[in-house]
């Protein structure tokens, strides 16, 4: 199987990656009337998708802003000052991103695949100029990104203690803060101490 993951405007690529994460959204996490189709963040966000051949399998949305940026990821649009919670990572004067609506296709979830496009994410944030990405899931998904980052060789930090706002419609779902780090160097095996949030 060929696997290409590209950042992508193709119009039908992006249709196909809407449709996957509004099938799994609804039956993944039981949030039944959840639209998956193209919104106002999507449209100022980056849209990374795995495909074979013209079939789009997976996407991801990367919603970044620079240290000169006035817009804010989601999670900073939802209430949460991430430059005061995590003060070790000196977003103030750091580009980051948030990873959002990540969704594969059922039937292509191997570890092979999910290591490929992890790794993608990895690669098409660093291009964009993002030293660190944030994600919001659940602790089993954190557990999984922080498995395939010491895969690749990144590190990557659950933040426990953190209250996280829910995204509208998202409420009752556990929400959990993941921090990625692009630059390899980073990666020490477990000689690293935690990340620590300021509640």
């Known amino acids: 199987m060929t696997l290409t993951c ?9 249709a196909q990656y809407y449709r996957i994460r509004e099938k799994c959204f609804r039956r993944e996490l039981g949030i039944e009337d959840f639209d998956g189709s193209e919104d106002a963040r999507d449209r100022r966000s980056h849209i990374l998708i795995a495909r074979v051949g013209s079939r789009c399998i997976a996407g991801t ?7 000169e940026s006035l817009h804010p990821v989601p999670l900073e649009d939802e209430g949460l000052d991430l430059v005061a919670a995590l003060p070790e990572l000196r977003l103030a004067e ?15 979830r191997t570890p092979e695949v999910l290591r490929r496009y992890c790794n993608a994410m990895i690669d098409a944030s660093r291009a964009l100029g993002y030293a660190y990405s944030v994600v919001v899931t659940d602790i089993n998904r954190a557990r999984l990104y922080k498995r395939l980052f010491s895969a690749l060789g990144y590190r990557y930090d ?6 996280i706002p829910a995204e509208a419609g998202f409420d009752g779902l556990p929400h959990l803060l993941g921090v990625g780090y692009h630059d390899a160097a980073c990666f020490a095996a477990d ?3 935690s990340l620590q949030a300021v509640a």
């Open 191 to 193: 000689t690293h101490s």
């Open 6 to 14: 590209e950042l992508t405007k193709d119009p039908a690529l992006l």
């Open 158 to 163: 659950i933040v426990r203690g953190l209250r």
């Open 61 to 67: 949305r990367i919603t970044g802003r620079h240290p």
């Open 94 to 108: 750091s580009s980051f991103c948030q990873w959002g609506r990540l969704a594969v296709a059922p039937e292509y």
